[in-house]
């Protein structure tokens, strides 16, 4: 594989999870990708993009030209990792969908889950249940709840789901998943090393990384309100926790000592509305 890019007299490193397993070579990372189509897209995005105050990993393209070989990508590296600096990241958030706001909405965004079943069908999946008339609906008998804190999950769903409200902000491509991914490096500007794609509007983004960060990353309750003048923010606010919560239900590798901390972010949210 280090041959197709170019890489043959390199000596891998492990990275670990900062680059979804990848192994580093030189100044080129070797990544594993979940989904072809996404991974290429990604990869063709990042090859021009540019965002104020971002760095992004450009992808390394293989000696044939292709961006994703037999299941591997290769990006450049770039230098940080993970750091709770989360006004940070849900400011990186505003600036970067700045520049993905011309994009166009890829072909597989469109696409329903499909059998059989992998790790982005659930992500799909709890998506749409934040956004559809009735949470879940169209998944079920295909994605089930099967322990006692994913039925929790999805009892608290039902219950959020009468507090939306409808909402007018446009969609446009967005990063779903900027929490715990950012790589900090001192007074350098942060970095990404990939795109992960969702069509929704920019506020929803941001109220992921903040969800994310009460949940599970230790941020403060005021970091709510440090970001309410974001368009129709209780709202977004409210899909995005619908969303973490329909992931927790939905996804196999789910563990229970990952919901009170949901929990305690919907009665947060619950304040606002």
């Known amino acids: 594989m280090r041959s197709t890019f170019g890489l043959r007299e390199t000596v891998p490193i492990p990275l670990g999870a900062d680059w979804d397993g990848g192994w580093r070579c030189g100044d080129v990372v070797l990544s594993p990708v979940a989904d072809h189509a996404r991974a290429a897209w990604s990869a063709k995005v990042r090859e021009t993009l540019t965002a104020d105050g971002v760095r992004i990993a450009r992808p390394v393209r293989a000696t044939d030209g292709r961006y994703v070989v037999s299941g591997w990508r290769a990006d450049t590296f770039i230098g940080g990792s993970p750091e709770p600096r989360h006004d940070e990241v849900v400011s990186l958030s505003m600036r970067l969908h700045a520049a993905t706001a011309t ?6 965004l469109v696409q329903p889950p499909v059998a059989p079943w992998a790790d982005v069908d659930v992500f799909v999946a ?7 008339q009735v949470p879940l609906r169209a998944v079920k008998g295909q994605f089930e709840a099967v322990t006692d ?10 219950q959020l ?8 902000s446009p969609d446009q491509l ?3 998943d900027l929490f715990g991914t950012v790589l900090f490096s001192g007074s350098e500007a942060p970095g990404i090393t990939d795109i992960t794609p969702y069509w929704r509007p920019v506020a929803w983004a941001a109220g992921v990384v903040v969800v994310d960060a009460l949940s599970w990353g230790g941020a ?9 003048d974001l368009p129709e ?3 977004m606010l409210l899909r995005a926790l619908m969303f973490r919560l329909a992931v927790h239900a939905l996804h196999p590798r789910s563990t229970a000592e990952a919901l009170p901390g949901l929990v305690r972010t919907a009665d947060l949210i619950r304040l606002m509305l």
Do not use: C, M, N, Y
Request: cysteine-free.
């Open 161 to 168: 789901a009468t507090l939306r409200k409808p909402v007018r």
């Open 149 to 158: 804190d994913g039925r929790t999950s999805v009892e608290l769903i039902g």
């Open 103 to 108: 994009l166009e909405r890829p072909r597989f």
């Open 174 to 176: 967005v990063h779903g």
């Open 126 to 132: 709890a998506d749409r249940a934040a956004w559809e």
């Open 220 to 228: 403060d309750a005021e970091l709510i309100a440090r970001w309410e």
């Open 233 to 235: 923010w209780p709202q």
